[in-house]
Every structure is written in structure tokens, then in C-alpha cells.
């Protein structure tokens, strides 16, 4: 089998492609997959370490100028050319696309070339080269329910989950012993997101400072490009832990009792596979507002409690989080409706629906 996959950008793209690729490698042991991305971005370090051929192709993003817009539009054009070149000596049988500006080209050529197409969406609120590219799709897979009425497309569309929940159960449980955290004390992780987040670290200083000794602990994670100016002159409790970054964190997390989080699509997958309840604050700083939607589909099916940005004060941010640690009428029926709503092997639901279509 060979199959082409295209996604680019950030690990929000990059990181379910890789675990796509690994389901289909897991499953056809003669697996040619040549990966296409952006000449100047992450994946293309981040991939060919993987030991996965890599092709890149210049493309930019489409910003307000218009000298920027109209070389990228030659880019789109020298772009489609290489591919085109590329799957007519390739000959794949599918070609996959999981977000990021660079799979238009790529996606665009395989219509043309009359090669099967699979695209994936990992947000409620799909990206702009999604939404153009759903008309050159056969199957399009999404992670939220909500982002099935934004496709005009005449292919079919199925609900498969995120591909990094099923990624995190994968991961060996850390001790929380490594990172000076006692076994036997209620544990809380609060996750700045990836990059971390200065507005977020500016509101949970008070709280921080705020938490008795004698209340569970807490491992506050700044993100490593904030974590010095964080901690600079700030005394914490004995029982909260500033870290910038930890490795293998989705490890930790099986240790622990309640986390708060970011509302990316795979931190929110990873928390359902895990079924750790969470306070989920979505980030205000985020194209069309996509983190909020992602929360809010969530918060309907009772999997999450959700705060607001705006909304936080170190009181608040104590009555949540106490409300999820001591009361079992709220912390047990959430447990229960995260197994009922999680697909524990996205990687594998989406095999299976691309073989059926490549038939």
C-alpha cells in the first residue's frame, strides 16, 4: 500500500499525522508513505527523525499583504506542479490531509490526478484550508460533532475522535515521586498550554500563593518560554510545584486527580482517553475562537467543567477545583460519561473507513 499524508504547521496538525501513519504502518507491513510539508516549518525536523521520507514545498500562509498573498499564490501553483509530479511516479492509492495551509496543494493535485482523498479536522471550528478543501474530498473525518455543518462537501463525513487520545494511554505512568510530589496526596496539574500563556501565569499567581499547605498538591506548568520571568522573586507553598516543561507529561497525568487545561483539541482528547476529570480554560488568543467551541461541545456532554479566561479569580479557581476534588455526585457521573463518549482508537477507525474507500 502506499499512501501519501500532508500536514503541517504545528503539533496540532503534525502530531495526529504521525499517529495516523503509525496505525497504517502497524497494519500493512508493506507500507510505502512519503510525508509532505512546508520547507520552513516544524515537520520538517520533526518527520524525517521519524524515519518517514519527507518531501517539502514552499507555501505560506495568506496574510493582509498583498505583495506576501500574491507570491504565495505562484507558490500554489509551483506547488501543485511538484505534487502532481510526485503522484503520477508515486502512484498512491490515498492521499491524506491533516490541517495546515501546505496540504491544499497536495490534496488539490490528487483530486485532479483522480486519486482518493481523506481529509481530517481536529477542531470544532475547521481551518481555512479544510473548509476549501472539503469539495476535494472523499471522506473527511473530524473530532467534533459541531464542525460537520461548516463542510459543503459531497463526501462522506464521519465522527473518528482525535487520533492523540488513543497516543496517550501508550505512555508509561510516571511517578509522581520523580518530581518531589508525595504518593499519597491528591494531585492537580494546571497546563498553561504548550507554549504556556503570560495572561493565564499573570491570573494564577494569586491562587497559587493562596493554597494551604495542608490542601492537595499542585504541579503548575508555566511553558518554558515564561517559566523564569514566573518564578522570578514569587515564594510558593510547599505543596505547589513550578515547572516550564515536563516530559511525557500525558504519563503524569495518569497520576493525577484533576487537571486544568488549555482547550486544544488533543489536550482534550488526551484528558477524555485518560477519563481525568478538568477545569478546561479555553485561550481567548486563538483563530476563530476555536478553543471555546472545541470546550463547549465538551461541556455539553458533561465530560469537562469550563472557566472562562475573563473569569478567573484565585476564589473561583479554588471553588472549581474543590468541587471536582471532594465531591463525588460531580467528579463519579463525569468519569462515567468521558467512557462513554471516547473513542479510544481514532488511528484505527480512520484505517479502517480509508481501506473501505480505497476498495
Known sequence: MKIIVSAGGSLGHINPALAIIRKFQEKEPDLEVLYIGT????????????????????????????????????????????????????????VIGVGGYVTYPVLKAAHQLGIKTFLHEQNSIPGKSNKMLAKYADLIGVSFKHSIPYFKTQGKIIYTGHPSGAQALLETKLSKANLGLHPDKKLVIIVAGSLGSWSLNRKMKDFLTSISPQDYEVLYITGKAHYDEFVQGMTFPSNVIVKPYVDHLAGLMKSADVVVSRAGAASLYELLALQIPSLIIPSPNVANNHQYYNAIEFLDEGVIR??????????????????????????????????????????????????????
Open 306 to 359: 469550563m472557566l472562562k479566561e475573563s473569569d478567573i479569580t484565585a476564589e473561583k479557581l479554588r471553588e472549581e477545583i474543590h468541587l471536582l476534588l471532594e465531591d463525588k455526585s460531580v467528579y463519579e457521573p463525569m468519569k462515567e460519561k468521558m467512557k462513554k463518549l471516547a473513542v479510544m482508537d481514532s488511528s484505527e477507525l480512520i484505517y479502517r473507513e480509508i481501506k473501505d474507500l480505497i476498495k
Open 39 to 94: 520547507h520552513n516549518r516544524m515537520e520538517k525536523d520533526i518527520v524525517p527523525s521519524e524515519s518517514i521520507l519527507y518531501e517539502p514545498i514552499e507555501m505560506y500562509g495568506f496574510t493582509s499583504n498583498v505583495f506576501k498573498d500574491v507570491k504565495n499564490i505562484f507558490c500554489i501553483s509551483k506547488a501543485m506542479r511538484k505534487c502532481t509530479k510526485i503522484m503520477k511516479e508515486m502512484q498512491p492509492d490515498v
